[in-house]
């Protein structure tokens, strides 16, 4: 069967989301496409803590309730909710200032839901690169697809490949923004890990746990052991150096 390859650069979330998928029909593909772009514009009406009227925006000035949220609102919710609980309180969007702040969850769960979105419409093999935030099915010309992982203060240097065929993977870390994730526990920068690097099948959860890993370092992801984390597998940069350790790496 010969298959169509689309690429769209989506511009939304204040960065750019790459999409990479193939299928049997062309046009089932740009059918697809638009959906997730209208899906992507939509969840930053949602849960933009920037937007004023976004109902994230209104659950932290107390205008709304999260029971009168949208759906999709309420479900990252609750997903964040047994992400807190997972990490021991590590990763916890109610800790930031200003209330309620879903970013560390939102991009990779969006990844992975455009995944569906783009499987619904023919797609058989897909990448969506939500900003780092990484949903991928079907592997790639006849094998898994190949992600690297590149060092924090070095764009040009990769220093782990990860193979996923379908599943996720997130980095956090101070890549783009600097030492920017606080310690919900203490309220100060992180200073657990300059880069993690998670994979599993979920994308919020990677996206969560990397970030989580950040706070946590070494000596405080005994969670990660949990048998509720058993897919998941985690690669992570030293604070002050470049040694790195793992969990679950196969």
């Given at each position: 069967?010969?298959?169509?390859k689309?690429?769209?650069?989506?511009?939304v979330?204040?960065?750019?989301?790459?999409?990479?998928?193939?299928?049997?029909?062309e046009?089932?593909?740009e059918?697809?496409?638009s959906?997730?772009?209208?899906f992507?514009?939509?969840?930053?009406?949602?849960?933009?803590?920037?937007?004023s009227?976004?109902?994230?925006?209104?659950?932290?000035r107390?205008?709304?309730?999260?029971?009168?949220c949208?759906?999709?609102?309420?479900?990252?919710?609750?997903?964040?909710?047994?992400?807190?609980?997972?990490?021991?309180?590590?990763?916890?969007?109610?800790?930031?200032?200003?209330?309620?702040?879903?970013?560390?969850?939102?991009?990779g769960?969006?990844?992975?839901?455009?995944?569906?979105?783009?499987?619904?419409?023919?797609?058989?093999?897909?990448q969506?690169?939500?900003?780092?935030?990484?949903?991928?099915?079907g592997?790639?010309?006849?094998?898994?697809?190949?992600?690297?992982?590149?060092?924090?203060e070095?764009a040009?240097?990769?220093?782990?490949?990860?193979?996923i065929?379908?599943?996720?993977?997130?980095?956090?870390?101070?890549?783009?923004?600097?030492s920017?994730?606080?310690?919900?526990?203490?309220?100060?920068?992180?200073i657990g890990a300059?880069s993690a690097?998670?994979?599993?099948?979920?994308?919020?959860?990677?996206?969560?746990?990397?970030?989580?890993?950040?706070?946590?370092?070494?000596?405080?992801?005994h969670?990660?052991?949990?048998?509720?984390?058993k897919?998941?597998?985690?690669?992570?940069?030293?604070?002050?150096?470049d040694?790195?350790?793992?969990?679950?790496?196969?």
């Amino acid at each position: 069967m010969i298959l169509n390859k689309l690429t769209r650069e989506i511009h939304v979330w204040a960065t750019v989301v790459w999409v990479e998928c193939y299928g049997p029909d062309e046009r089932n593909l740009e059918n697809g496409i638009s959906e997730v772009i209208d899906f992507f514009e939509n969840v930053d009406l949602l849960f933009s803590p920037f937007i004023s009227r976004s109902e994230v925006a209104k659950l932290r000035r107390n205008e709304m309730k999260i029971e009168d949220c949208d759906p999709l609102v309420q479900e990252v919710w609750n997903l964040c909710l047994v992400s807190r609980k997972l990490t021991e309180g590590a990763f916890d969007p109610w800790a930031v200032k200003g209330g309620f702040d879903p970013s560390g969850y939102v991009k990779g769960w969006a990844a992975d839901k455009a995944i569906e979105i783009l499987k619904s419409h023919g797609a058989t093999s897909i990448q969506v690169n939500a900003a780092g935030d990484i949903s991928v099915t079907g592997g790639f010309e006849g094998g898994p697809w190949k992600i690297g992982i590149r060092h924090p203060e070095d764009a040009e240097t990769i220093v782990k490949v990860f193979e996923i065929t379908d599943g996720a993977i997130a980095t956090s870390g101070t890549y783009e923004k600097g030492s920017h994730i606080i310690d919900p526990k203490t309220g100060v920068i992180a200073i657990g890990a300059r880069s993690a690097t998670v994979a599993g099948p979920d994308g919020g959860i990677c996206e969560a746990l990397a970030t989580a890993l950040i706070v946590a370092g070494k000596d405080g992801a005994h969670w990660f052991t949990k048998a509720e984390l058993k897919e998941y597998s985690a690669w992570v940069i030293e604070r002050h150096s470049d040694q790195a350790w793992g969990i679950n790496l196969k």
